[in-house]
């Protein structure tokens, strides 16, 4: 058998050791330079904040740090419309570069809802449907009535509505409410020989409401004087407060 010199193997070893050097090489330069340039390995960009501002800006900005974005939309009560109501990742999150950043724009045009039934409802549940909704519960007035905190009338724009009635997202719906004082009884205001105004002035400010209103002829008496009244302000005579009161008046009554 031929013997292997020394040198022979000497020079084996040498190009393994080259070959072995080339691989390290290589392996070193895939994984500290390549990915790191092809992948900005170890590169962050801050995430801005731009909530509340509008489309333009916010695109501007995201554009200008090469992050991208994707839009969606809702519409929020008393934002203003087409402004970021949301972000997300959110604001200092530290993301690479052409990160896709989802906003939240909030809609021009707000979407209807079917108005609810509130009457009879007490006054917290019916905020809680309206809020669940996404109407706003708008004045809350309290009326003379024996169903204490229980809803009597629901109004929008000052008129009231009915169960159903398609609204705006967002509307202000107004409540009546009985403070529960629907039982006391008091004396008969005596309004007649007052004027209309003064009338109705004084029975509301008795916790009673103005019902009726018949007009008559009355040569001897100043048009708007109010003649006579039901229930009558006779000795002894009472009224439940959140009662009604017909008034006679002088002349031609103009409608409310």
Not at 123 to 140: K, Q
Not at 155 to 163: D, H, M, S, T
Not at 184 to 194: A, K, Q
Request: hydrophobic content about 40%; aromatic content about 6%.
């Amino acid at each position: 058998m031929a013997k292997i010199s020394t040198q022979s193997v000497s020079d084996l070893l040498i190009q393994i050791g080259i070959v072995l050097a080339l691989l390290a090489v290589l392996f070193l330069g895939f994984f500290f330079v390549y990915l790191p340039f092809t992948t900005n390995h170890g590169q962050t960009i801050t995430v801005p904040e731009v909530t509340k501002l509008s489309f333009d800006e916010m695109k501007n900005i995201l554009e200008d740090r090469g992050l991208r974005y994707e839009v969606d939309s809702t519409f929020v009560a008393g934002a203003p419309p087409l402004t970021v109501f949301q972000q997300y990742p959110r604001a200092n999150a530290k993301v690479k570069e052409g990160r896709k950043i989802y906003v939240t724009l909030v809609k021009r045009v707000p979407p209807m809802v079917s108005m609810p039934n509130l009457v009879d409802m007490i006054d917290r549940s019916a905020a809680r449907t309206l809020e669940a909704l996404g109407l706003v519960e708008g004045e809350r007035t309290y009326v003379p009535d024996v169903a204490k905190n229980s809803v009597l009338r629901q109004l929008y724009n000052g008129k009231e509505i009915a169960p159903g009635t398609p609204v705006p997202k967002g509307a202000r719906i107004d409540l009546e409410v009985g403070d529960g004082l629907g039982n006391t009884m008091f004396e008969v205001p005596n309004v007649v020989g007052l004027q209309l105004d003064e009338a109705e002035a004084a029975i509301r400010g008795s916790n009673l409401k103005v019902g009726t209103k018949i007009s008559v002829e009355d040569p001897e008496k100043e048009v708007g004087t109010v003649v006579r009244q039901r229930p009558e302000a006779r000795p002894g005579e009472r009224i439940r407060v959140g009662e009604t009161m017909d008034l006679w008046v002088v002349g031609p009554i103009e409608p409310n």
